[in-house]
């Protein structure tokens, strides 16, 4: 009888980990999952509410594909995990025996205790069933007069162009100064506040929620901001104020836990053929300059690709490559290979070179070392960068000067687009001379 | 793909997506335009025929102009495909049946009922739709109009105004503009305006043109080698003998060169007027067509059918009527068929000593079916016995496909069914030429869709928009480059990626599909990984 490995969790992470696991092996393998019945890519959600897709084309796979390659799916809340007896118990009170279990629950969007947060028409935007909650609240402009958003981040700023696309008026609260400059650089952070401006959001730089005021229903009639004490009527709440890893039902279980499961870099937990992979999964030991926590889709497939290494015989470490990581800000594309820092964490020796069109829709931002003007990172805003290229260059640890001069071989945007190095490579060669 | 209409849950009636003021304008603009040739239609005889088109092309033009302007200029350039899944004429809802029959039942009259547009027979005068397009015909070829140029010119128009859409809809994007002006251009002047023309040059009497559209080539233009066509050539002078010359080389030569430079996508989708349809007037209907893998299979079965049935169906039609006295003419029946065969031996041969290593599926039913032409071929001369049912069926082989993929195939299923299949439904399906170009491109051609190493995040954008029906998505999770002989070039994949994951590329042959399934963006020890994987 082969081993039978049990997979709590169907997003990225654990469908990788299993579709890996069957290339390699003839284990028997479970997905379980509370959420939906078949894989479904995540990311699409904000695609299916404005339009663009349906639910069915954000699977990757056709349903006969899981049973053509024996993976069980099995549709069920885990409520606590025995690892004395391996066994699962569901909500439902069934249980389920494993020989190895990996946990890949993925995160769930951040609360913080603020009054009204559990009302309804309050979502966040992670789940497949928030999506549902906001085709409930906000089918269109008549039923939702008005959305708040209170967070920034890649998150919020979907849900605002979500909203945006069916004309729903929406009010965005960002605690800091700007959006997102905790991690993006300052020019690139005013240049999206301007581009959200330009959608028509109204978006609230500095601005704190106070409480969200429930009508007689129960339902969301506004928020109020902790700074004016403004009270902005609406019907849908949307929390976007990062994520966190979740959790709750191993937190009584011998697994260890801190903020998330915590494992080594092969992706162990402290109890013997359990492992944890994906945004739950904590980073004893963090890679590099990456958090211990990464809720990043990218770092949840590798883990899942180097997990089923190591559960099919070849123990691999999770060991990821230099940092990247892409979204999109409304219309303007973003791609990031490497490290830039906004204020947060920005070391003291890393100085940036910045560049910005006229058009205010692209710039890019190069972060290079003060003293050895080795190339540490690119932000580019915009313009489409080949991944390959500058993964090479940083392996190759090139100065700024070549990364610079050499832009062009890099550039991925389509044929017969305008393309702008010549712009950035003399913006440089000024700034080199006024220094 | 079974996609069940998205309903909103509301139950006031949304004014979210009304039309603006300016829309309303535009629509109404549009309708009295269509009305005119509705009446027409029905046999209204104007009066004034030339103020009638002119009035009645002109508002459509307008109307359709107009209404682009307002619904994309006064937004930010970017991808707009909000809503399309919600609307009822996109997401196969009633207003796309019912435009889907309409157009269907138009292409029935076309095709088989034109007396009921007005088509006048045995030298009558024409009445009704056609007569209204008299004037216009008679500017530029000097005769009356057939229901083939009121086709032509609908058509054209079509490709035109919403070609203009397409381009203020992708007004970011220059790919898209330049290959949007790429297909106006080439279905204005080489499909509409070169064929009139050369019909006007038919009145002199050393001139005995067929009708030509020098850009659609054989298999496409399947009747070029039928005994009219090649009669009217060779009776035009040194003017026929060059075009049937030229006709010739670009099957065996041009289309083959730009198609190992290019890929398919410089015929396909920069050229060809069927494309040309598919890509403006067709837009809003690219995310219809399936991506299930039963439809992929069934693809590569019909296209390849479709294909062998066309080339014997050529050669019956030139055999029929080839001489077999040596000393008249040098293309005897026996040269013929033996130059045939042995050329598409020399193409099965080729293929099989230089590709054998990376024959995919696609490419060995490629292989197939020459392989069965080619018995056929020898079978059939070497019988002797066969070549008089031969002769006589030929006639029968070539009207048969003339009435189930030349019409039914291309015109009434192809583009009646865009609300419901697709827009390139005709050339995934149906199309020999794509069946030629694709395995060109498929065995030697420098183009690919390459990914952006580890970006992609599964979104299946690519996939949905993808007209062609092929899961992008599913090699751009893998890293892998998209080599696919269906793919068409359009470029929509890369447009509407919001990680700018893929990339249209010539490139090397070298290298050109890189399935190495390396871990994208795990930092391996690729010897060792690729070691380690044969456990």
Redesign the interface.
Known sequence: MEEHVVIIGNG?AGVTAARHIRK?SNKKITIISSETEYFF?R??LM?IY?????F?????Y?NWFWEKNRIALKKAFVEKVESDTKTLYFENGETLNYDKLIIATGSKPNKFGWPGQDLEGVMGLYHKQDLDLL??YA?????CKRAVIVGGGLIGIELAEMLN???IPVTFLVREQSFWNGILPQGESDMINRHIK??HIDLRLGTNLKEIVSDENGQVKSVIIEETGEEIPCNVVGLTAGVSPNINFVKDSDIETNKGIKVNRFLETNIPDIYAIGDCAEQIEPVGQRPPVEAV???G??MG??LA?TI???R?A?????W?N???F??I?Y?TYGWVHGKKGKPDYEKHFHWKHDDDTKCITVAYHENTNQFLGINTFGI?????TF?KWLTEKRDVHFVINHLAEAN???????TYEGDILSAYNQTLQTV | ????Q?H???L??????SLSTKEKIAVFIGVVGLFILALALFNTDFPYKTLGLSLSLGLITAGTLLFSHSLYTTK????K???????SLTSRGVTAWILGIVLTGFYLVLYFFPQYLGQGSSGEANTGLIALFDPLSFLLSGRPASQWFVYGTLYTLAILIFGYKFILKYR????QQ?RTVSVMFFQLGFAFLIPEFMARLNESPEYNLPYYDIKSMWPLNYYLFDRWSVNGFINSGNLGLALLIFGILSIFIISPFLTYKYGKRWYCSWVCGCGGLAETAGDPFR?LSSK??SAWKLERWLIHVVLVFSVIMTTAVIYSYLGHDSTKYWLTKSTFLLGVGGLLTLVFALTLIFKRHELGKDANYGALGFFVIIAALFIMHYTGTSERLFFVKSSVLRSAYGLYIGSIFSGVIGTGFYPILGNRVWCRFGCPMAAVLGFQQRMFSKFRITT????C?????C??YCEMGIDV??YA?KGENIVRSSCVGC?IC???C???VL??ENDSMKERINSNDV??????DLMDYVN??S?
């Open positions: 990225i390699f890519s990311t699409a695609y404005m339009g663009h897709m349906t069915k084309h954000t699977q990757p056709e085709e409930k089918p269109d402009n008549q039923s696309s069916r004309n330009n959608h889709w990218y770092t497939r590798m690709e180097a290494q099919c015989g070849n691999m999770y060991n990821p490559g230099h990247f892409s979204a999109k409304l219309d594309e791609q489409r960068m080949r991944h390959e993964d991925f945007d389509p044929e017969f687009y305008k | 793909m079974n996609d069940k998205h909103s849950i509301s006031t009636p949304s004014e979210t997506f930010l350039e970017g991808i495909n909000d809503r399309v899944w919600f609307k970011h994007n220059r790919y330049l995310q299930k893998l952006n190493g580890g970006q995040i599964s979104c299946g954008n996939s949905t998505r599913a999770q470029g890369a447009a509407v919001p990680r700018g990339k249209l871990l994208l963006g795990n930092d391996v380690s994987k456990f």
